[in-house]
């Protein structure tokens, strides 16, 4: 398998623009999570997705940011307008429910800078 | 709040000796734990997961659990300067399958 893809790997953009990030988790996983990583606040998940439907997105820092995720092989961050405090490293990972076991794999992640 | 708690380090080991990385977790009703090994610049990678009191060993990985104390635990036998990352202990929430809780990170060095 080729493991949870995410695209791009690196962005730069500025303040003010939109941004979108994409994800394809592994095939046959039916859980997929957005994390955001920064030094200061570490590994925070921000939205996680079950069979495609937002389950808790409580995460989400505030309404700039939106997640969908249309069909159970992708799914997409945007953040708009985007803001230098976003600058952060992306993770998006997925899992396979399974009664008792419940291990997550992460994609390489996006890093975000906003100048 | 439901917390996890590491030592940030960093962590000093000489190569060939064991390294133990300590973790604590708030929420009683936690099932699920795991321990993710983290490169500079890099995603976290799984590398241990436990369920059930005790240890569980994968090759010079032991992971231990008591939850009755709310305390996982990681041994790293044998270290390697390839072992040298940050390791992260993650939660399962109680109240929400799937909902992982990481700790801040154990960076560890393995010195020559």
């Known amino acids: 398998d080729a493991g949870v893809i995410q695209s791009p790997r690196h962005e730069v953009t500025e303040m003010g623009q939109e941004v979108t990030l994409r994800c394809k988790p592994i095939s046959g996983h039916d859980y997929l999570f957005w994390y955001r990583q920064t030094m200061m606040r570490g590994l925070e998940l921000l939205i996680y997705?079950?069979?495609?439907?937002?389950?808790?997105d409580s995460g989400m820092p505030e309404d700039r940011f939106s997640a969908k995720m249309p069909n159970a092989s992708f799914s997409t961050l945007k953040i708009q307008p985007s803001e230098p405090r976003d600058s952060a490293v992306y993770f998006c990972?997925?899992?396979?429910?399974?009664?008792?076991?419940?291990?997550?794999?992460f994609g390489p992640g996006t890093r975000l800078t906003v100048t | 709040q439901k917390e996890v708690e590491q030592n940030s380090g960093p962590l000093s080991v000489p190569e060939g000796a064991i390294a133990s990385l300590n973790c604590t977790y708030s929420d009683r009703g936690s099932q699920s734990f795991f321990w993710y090994r983290q490169y500079s610049g890099k995603s976290p990678e799984l590398i241990m997961s436990?369920?059930?009191?005790g240890d569980k060993e994968d090759g010079r990985f032991t992971a231990q659990l008591n939850k009755a104390s709310q305390y996982v635990s990681l041994l790293i036998r044998d270290s390697q300067p390839s072992d040298s990352a940050t390791y992260l202990c993650?939660?399962?929430?109680?109240?929400?399958?799937?909902?992982?809780?990481f700790g801040a990170g154990t960076q560890v060095v393995v010195t020559p």
């Open positions: 993650a939660v399962i929430a109680s109240d929400s399958w799937g909902k992982l809780q």
């Open positions: 436990i369920y059930s009191n």
């Open positions: 990972a997925s899992s396979k429910y399974r009664t008792g076991m419940d291990e997550q794999y």
């Open positions: 997705f079950n069979n495609n439907v937002p389950i808790d």
